[in-house]
């Protein structure tokens, strides 16, 4: 069965700061993956998609970036944290098709 | 572009009452639709799907039904329990494509014993 895995579960850093979330699925290949953001009291919001190594989607311009190195590695970045990227962070994948996208247990990010 | 409205809530019922929460789309095409539910401080989980106009997708005692005449998808449950308690995310998702799907504001419902 797939299971999909991101770490940290938590993370509180100063505004300026460097920011790396890690996302990786087990039990299959070559999945679209997908990252969101779930703001306080809001709907989510798509930030990236890839649907294979080195291919990179972005939906909002931000400061903000992801990286996909392994078929089933998705990686979110940011260079300096601001404020109003705090936020409960939800990755993602699926295969193509009509099927559902499956979430992991998210990163919930809180910037000081 | 594509949307997704749904009641936002909070929906406070008692236990073992009729639940219903709204969704209605806007979408070009025939967009596959979805509900989701998530549990305080959890990701979310996949509850139920349909992919064409007029199919029923079911599960853990919750249906709803794809209406493209209305363009709506309204969660329903005959008997809802404590363990309901949760916030429920409609979706849908573009035809054919890898892109993400997009979500309503989501429903916060709040069961009471």
């Known amino acids: 069965s797939q299971t999909i895995h991101q770490w940290p579960a938590t993370l509180v850093q100063p505004v300026g700061s460097p920011l790396s979330l890690e996302c990786t699925v087990e039990g299959t290949s070559n999945p679209n993956l997908y990252w969101y953001r779930q703001a306080a009291g809001r709907g989510l919001q798509l930030l990236f998609y890839?649907?294979?190594?080195?291919?990179i989607s972005s939906e909002v311009p931000q400061n903000l970036s992801a990286s996909r190195p392994q078929d089933r590695q998705f990686i979110l970045s940011s260079k300096k944290l601001l404020l109003s990227d705090s936020g409960f962070y939800l990755c993602?994948?699926?295969?193509?098709?009509?099927?559902?996208?499956?979430f992991g247990p998210g990163t919930r990010l809180t910037v000081t | 572009g594509n949307s997704v409205t749904q009641m936002e809530g909070p929906v406070t019922l008692s236990e073992e009452a009729f639940l219903t929460i709204n969704c209605t789309y806007t979408?070009?095409?025939?967009?596959?639709l979805f509900w989701y539910v998530q549990y305080p401080g959890e990701g979310l989980q996949l509850l139920l799907k349909a992919t064409k106009a007029d199919d029923k997708g079911s599960n853990k005692g919750f249906e709803a039904t794809y209406r493209k005449e209305t363009t709506s998808f309204h969660l329903e449950k005959g008997s809802v329990q404590v363990s309901d308690s949760a916030v429920y995310f409609c979706?849908?998702?573009?035809?054919?494509?890898?892109?993400?799907?997009?979500f309503g504001k989501g429903t916060h419902l709040i069961i009471q014993p």
């Open positions: 993602a994948w699926s295969t193509t098709g009509t099927g559902g996208q499956y």
């Open positions: 890839s649907v294979g190594i080195g291919q």
């Open positions: 979408a070009t095409g025939y967009p596959s």
């Open positions: 979706a849908l998702k573009r035809l054919g494509g890898a892109d993400g799907l997009t």
